[in-house]
């Protein structure tokens, strides 16, 4: 083999690092205001100093699993760096690999169709929308389908390949999961005859088991979601399909990135036509499922918004079944994936049919709308994410809740609400995550129908003594009994009408700031109960694991739920929800960890087997992995 050219040297060494260098720029960019020292709180994105480690990696609840198993990860490196600098590395890595793998989708063509292709798909208000709403499983996913994309539209090509692919978009959660299984059975239906589908179904499924067995154990606890039609995707208007086609449509309209700004439908309509235009030049032997990939994105994406199909769609969202696809937007990627390289494309194939000036016009079409598109979201997403510097009264309410040990319970008593430290943003409870351990915390959303999305039946119990608290009565002996230890009241909405706990005797205010108190239940015996009154101290080396002292029945302050044995004897649920553990001796143990211990084991062992195929006969890592 002869040696390349050193002339040629440099420039392929610039061909395959300027990709990065402007994916890092873009993420940098994107990030902007959040790059500063502080917290994120904006939605559903709570970044912290400490991210606790997720209690579904363990099959526990209370909360669904929805951060497993990306966050996992980011909870370690938490544990020696701080976890926003963690964070906020891994969302300007995000954006940077989005980047990188849109463009080497067209990677064999001149720059300029590939820094279209990377900043239509990297730069999309779609991305930029996620990052900053906190939907991370999201952002993950579209980070890591360009790359894995050919592989899983040619699944029986190489099922080992495929099934890594599943295995990395599996590592992003349900939302990757769901992709996974689109794209392989978009590439079996263009396989025809030579499809393998039991094995690549297996295979993909095997990817999927990091997130998808500890979903179920923790689903099956009781978990009620809030209604579908509150997540349909915003689409109103004639052009409100197109704004969707340009990454717009996120279901609540305040939260998306560039809001209200001019020229989107007609954009996403002439990205639409150019990516008709490029589809033929896409990759031969993925296009064609890539282009259905796109079709499916889109139709699910306005199922829940279209008049005549909404209907439908809602009641198969509602079963169990459908219940991940509640919030239909979120397989958009499936359908910007393919048009940001086919519209780059079709903007080319347009151009070579003319020369001078309106070669340039046509090359620079798409280009100038994804970059129209894109800035809204420069320097902080529109205001979304600045970072929050967290009061001295947080750190002190934090440092006294570990210290001390057991149950807290958050209010005001609500599950979103306009957070003032994050000046005013909505946010989802950031409680139950600053302080990590056992909280309670509200998680009715409050939309159009009651729902309860965290598996904690102790939450009916404290919906009542919230209105005992604002109606002035003292509540302190009573959540003694549901286990609590800390109250935390954030002077957030109207955190004013729980003032009577000010004056509760069974409470002790031990913090005292202006945007938060802590209180004290002075009733608290213990994490641990028994009926005689005895306080059993738990000690075990993991938390579904805890050995405790022989003793009578006991009441364990804890989310109740199906599944923990003491010995060989089950326990129960409570009335107000707590964990009731028989008399007895010997471990507390929690059974179905061992089943997601047992679907991790499988995950893992399968990557490793199909690893050691993918690379046999190579003794170097191999380049073609995915």
């Known amino acids: ?155 029986s090509s190489s099922v080992a390949r495929t099934l890594l692919a599943g295995a990395a978009l599996g590592a992003c959660g349900i939302t990757g999961g769901i992709v996974a299984a689109s794209s392989a059975t978009a590439g079996l239906i263009a396989e025809g005859r030579d499809r393998r589908v039991v094995r690549v179904f297996g295979a993909v499924l095997a990817g999927q088991l990091l997130w998808i067995v500890p979903g179920l154990v923790v689903f099956r606890q009781g978990v009620r979601l809030a209604s579908a039609g509150d997540f349909a995707t915003r689409a109103t208007g004639l052009g409100g399909p197109f704004r969707v086609l340009s990454g717009h449509g996120f ?91 086919a519209a780059a494309l079709g903007a080319r194939r347009l151009g070579d049919e003319v020369s001078g000036g309106r070669r340039t016009a046509w090359l620079a079409l798409p280009l100038v709308a994804a970059l129209w598109l894109a800035l809204p979201g420069l320097w902080g997403a529109g205001g979304q994410l600045d970072a929050v510097r967290i009061p001295d009264e947080w750190a002190e309410a934090r440092r006294t809740v570990r210290a001390g040990g057991g149950t807290a319970v958050s209010l005001p008593w609500a599950q979103y609400f306009n957070l003032n430290v994050a000046g005013g943003r909505r ?94 239940v002075t009733g608290w015996k213990g994490e641990i109960v028994t009926d005689e009154g005895a306080v059993l101290h738990p000690d075990g080396p993991v938390a579904p694991l805890v050995d405790l002292a022989p003793s009578g029945a006991a009441t364990w302050a804890r989310p109740g739920a199906a599944g923990w044995m003491r010995g060989l004897a089950p326990a129960a649920v409570a009335g107000d929800g707590q964990l009731r553990l028989p008399a007895g001796r010997g471990l507390v143990w929690y059974w179905p960890a061992a089943v997601v211990l047992l679907g991790d084991i499988a995950w893992l062992a399968a990557v490793l087997v199909a690893w050691r195929r993918t690379s046999r006969g190579s003794a170097s890592v191999p380049t073609d992995v995915l």
């Not at 829940?304 to 919030?327: D, H, N």
């Not at 409870?429 to 302080?435: I, N, S, T």
């Open 1 to 155: 083999m002869h040696a390349a050219p050193a002339e040629a040297r440099p420039r392929a060494a610039l061909s395959a690092w300027w990709p990065w260098a402007v994916g890092a720029a873009l993420g940098l960019s994107v990030l902007g205001p959040a790059l500063a020292p502080g917290a994120l709180f904006n939605l559903d994105l709570v970044l912290t100093p400490d991210i606790p480690l997720p209690q579904g990696v363990w099959g526990l609840g209370p909360e669904l699993p929805r951060r497993l198993p990306f966050m996992v990860p980011l909870a370690w490196a938490s544990s020696v760096l701080d976890g926003t600098v963690v964070a906020k590395a891994a969302l300007v890595a995000c954006f940077a690999i989005a980047f990188v793998g849109a463009q080497r989708l067209v990677e064999e063509h001149g720059v300029v169709t590939r820094l279209t292709a990377g900043l239509l798909y990297g730069a999309s208000p779609f991305l930029a929308t996620r990052a900053a709403t906190g939907y991370l499983g999201v952002v993950l996913t579209m980070a890591v389908l360009p790359w894995v994309l050919p592989r899983l539209l040619r699944p």
């Open 251 to 341: 279901w609540q309209d305040t939260f998306q990135v560039g809001h209200g700004q001019v020229g989107v439908a007609v954009l996403g309509g002439v990205l639409l036509v150019l990516g008709a235009l490029g589809h033929r030049d896409l990759a031969p032997e993925w296009r064609r499922p890539a282009a259905w990939l796109a079709v499916v994105g889109v139709v699910v994406a306005l199922a829940g918004s279209l008049p005549g199909i909404e209907g439908l769609w809602g009641r198969v969202v509602e079963t169990p079944v459908g219940a991940p696809l509640r919030e239909g937007q979120r397989l958009l990627p499936l359908y910007l994936v393919w048009m940001a390289p």
């Open 427 to 520: 946010v989802n409870d950031v409680m139950p995550l600053y302080l990590g351990g056992d909280v309670l915390a509200a998680s009715d959303p409050n939309l159009d129908e009651p729902a309860q999305e965290r598996a904690d039946d102790r939450e009916t119990t404290m919906d009542l003594l919230a209105l005992r608290i604002r109606a002035g009565e003292p509540v302190g002996e009573r959540l003694a009994e549901l286990g609590v230890r800390w109250v935390v009241l954030q002077h957030d909405i109207d955190w004013q009408t729980y003032l009577s706990l000010r004056d509760d005797p069974g409470l002790r205010r031990v913090v005292d700031g202006p945007t938060l108190e802590l209180f004290e």
